[in-house]
């Protein structure tokens, strides 16, 4: 699937989004048929390698995709980030645990946080950093 696939697929599941942004903030989750045509569309792969069935979108073009479901509802973009950033785990797994977890169904949903975990003490000019 091209850059050019993927935008398209975006924007033909972002013309139906907007009416279902007031159920996405009242349900506190996406409607089931958004986020199966997410997967389907190869949505949530956007970052995930190819040789594990996704398409490593340039930073560019990934954004314009999530650019383009945003316009429409942000909780699908934001679900569509959270899902295929969680791919960027891919590279540094074993090959054969990441084959096990996404060449069958790349379009597998995972959501996790990168996000450090630390904190940082400042007392005068000295850092003192604690956790991850």
């Known amino acids: 699937m091209s850059v050019v696939d993927l935008v398209a697929a975006a ?31 190869g949505l949530t792969a956007c970052l995930l390698p190819p040789e594990l069935g996704g398409h490593a979108l340039a930073p560019t073009a ?3 995709v999530l650019a383009t479901l945003a316009q429409a509802d942000a909780a699908t973009a934001w679900v569509t980030m959270t899902a295929s950033t969680s791919t960027l785990l891919a590279p540094y797994l074993a090959r054969a645990a990441a084959e096990r977890i996404w060449a069958t169904s790349p379009a597998l949903l995972l959501a996790g946080v990168f996000a450090p975990t630390g904190t940082v003490t400042i007392t005068g000019d000295r850092a003192t950093v604690r956790g991850r």
């Open 62 to 64: 990934y954004i314009e």
């Open 11 to 41: 924007r033909v599941l972002a013309a139906r989004l907007p009416g279902l942004s007031a159920q996405h903030e009242r349900d506190g989750a996406l409607d089931a048929s958004v986020v199966a045509e997410l997967a389907s569309a």
